[in-house]
């Protein structure tokens, strides 16, 4: 009996063995528990500096008195570099491209000048004559259009009249403001075009009075194609007159170019940008000639001092054509980025997933607050708000205010400190705002999807940067082919390297 025992024991081993060389052949499947990380902190450029180093002061800009000790007012004391370098040049109607990285003070820096400029023109021409506008401001998306605009109001401090254009509001609302003439207009390219050229009906303004026109988030707009019916010598005709050629991406900067050709000759063109894309420059050149170049030198790169953090939720492959095996992957290592966080910041790429993602969150908080947070509010569970451009506008900044709404000073100090909140929002409509206002900075930042290509990582994970603010931590999660681009970009972040503007993978 021992004998046959010990034979079938030397079998079952057997099979084990055969077992286990085929499984070293096969690619290691890696449990969920124990998933690799990479971590880092991010090297930046030596001279990559928030503050101005030259100029401490806005009066030695050049700025007045009136438009220093508005800005004073609004926190705004010591310049920025950017600010300092475009100050003269806008201010004096040049030209001029301005490209630095996110969270630099890129807004205030064309603001500002072309307020003070606003205010020469007024003192000399008297106020803008009905159905002109002086000022265009272009910018992508309807709520980057609200932060503008009401910047500008702040330090002009109510003194001019400006107002937006954008497919959010009404139109008939906007005729009216641009027949009584503004100061300053701040639109998106399609609702300004439709303003200009509209149909069957009369334009809603006038360009003859126009004096300045800025683009922000100007190499998204050049990223565009220019349809073929165009004319290059700049004979376009108007938005919509297309000869029945398909617009989709390719409006946009038709219009743009459309609107150059409108355009007095006098007016002066400004380009904001926080990449350069190859050939993009050039493109803004052969439109704009003689441009005053104000480039920094933390272009392309994570500024210095970000913690960051990948994680590779890839899961095994039995389970990699299942959506919501790569979404519960990933949701468990947010849990885990979110610990100890009170003000976070989760991006996605698309409406869907930051809809599914914020449902999930907040059904989670709900069931937790019934568990934990009623008997111990220190335990009470985040606060999840939802940002994308599905939304509508008024849910959409609701959502923002209450996100970067200041803490509550009433508060009772028995209940402890509020409930952290998160920010579920979209990459595309968070581009180019600010998250904070001033009021809380956000200390945690996740990429919960990877981005399509190193442009829209450099701007999320320029979300984590704002001012002389300390750095918000940066979780990024990456699954299958993404990883080693996720890698290669990391090496970049913690050699201090420029990032090649490629797609991803």
């Known amino acids: 009996m021992e004998k046959e ?48 180093q030259n100029a401490k002061r806005w009066e030695a800009l050049g700025a007045s008195a009136r438009l220093s000790a508005n800005l004073e007012a609004l926190g705004f004391e010591h310049p920025s570099t950017a600010q300092a370098l475009c100050f003269e040049p806008l201010r ?100 300004l075009a439709a303003h200009i050229s509209p149909r069957e009906m009369a334009p809603s303004f006038s360009l003859e009075g126009v004096r300045m026109l800025v683009v922000d988030e100007a190499s998204s707009l050049y990223q565009g194609r220019v349809p073929s ?41 400004s380009f904001i940008t926080s990449a350069l894309p190859e050939g993009v420059e050039e493109q803004m050149l052969e439109d704009v000639g003689g441009l005053t170049r104000r480039v920094r030198p933390g272009l392309h790169r994570t500024r210095a001092g970000v913690e960051l953090t990948l994680v590779d939720c890839t899961v095994p492959a039995r389970a990699s ?45 709900a069931a937790a607050k019934e568990h934990a947070g009623e008997r111990n509010p220190r335990l009470a569970p985040p606060s999840v708000f939802l940002f994308n451009d599905a939304l509508p506008a008024a849910r959409r900044m609701s959502s923002l205010d209450a996100f970067r709404a200041p803490p509550d000073p009433f508060a009772p100090i028995a209940l402890g400190p509020e409930p952290p909140r998160v920010l579920v929002a979209t990459g595309r409509a968070v581009r180019g705002l600010d998250l904070t206002a001033g009021a809380q900075a956000i200390d945690t930042v996740v990429l919960f999807d990877f981005p399509p ?40 972040d913690t050699e201090g390297d420029p990032h090649g503007l490629s797609r991803g993978p």
């Not at 030397?10 to 990380?37: G, H, V």
């Not at 064309?110 to 003192?123: G, K, M, N």
């Not at 170019?257 to 409108?262: A, P, R, V, Y």
């Open 321 to 365: 054509s299942n959506r919501d095996f790569i979404f519960d992957a990933k949701l468990a290592e947010l849990n885990t980025a979110l610990t100890g966080s009170r003000h976070s910041l989760v991006l996605c790429n698309t409406a869907a997933t930051s809809e599914r993602l914020q449902r999930t969150l907040a059904n989670n908080a």
């Open 453 to 492: 290509d190193a442009k829209a990582y450099l701007s999320r994970v320029g979300c984590a940067t704002r001012g002389t603010a300390a750095p918000a931590k940066v979780a990024t999660f990456a699954v299958g082919k993404q990883v080693a681009f996720a890698r290669a970009l990391l090496a970049h």
């Open 5 to 52: 025992a010990a034979v079938a024991s030397d079998d079952d081993w057997a099979e084990m063995d055969q077992w286990l060389s085929r499984k070293l052949e096969e690619p290691a499947e890696q449990p969920r528990n124990t998933r690799q990380r990479w971590e880092t902190i991010s090297k930046g450029h030596v001279h990559d500096h928030f503050l101005s």
């Open 92 to 191: 004096n109607g040049k030209d001029v491209l301005l490209a630095d990285a996110n969270g630099c003070g890129k807004t205030l820096a064309f603001v500002a000048p072309l307020v003070e400029r606003l205010w020469e023109i007024e003192a000399a021409d008297g106020p803008t004559p009905p159905g002109q506008v002086r000022a265009i401001i272009i910018v992508p998306t309807d709520s980057l259009a609200q932060q503008v605009c009401e910047l500008a109001r702040n330090v002009g401090n109510r003194s001019i009249r400006a107002s937006m254009a954008t497919g959010e509001h009404s139109w008939h609302t906007q005729r009216e403001r641009l027949a009584g003439g503004l100061e300053l207009l701040v639109a998106t390219m399609g609702r």
């Open 229 to 269: 019916w165009m004319d290059k010598k700049g004979g376009a005709p108007p938005p919509g007159q297309g000869k029945g050629e398909p617009m989709r991406q390719e409006l946009p900067l038709a219009a743009w170019k459309w609107l150059l050709s409108e355009a007095p000759d006098t007016s002066s063109v």
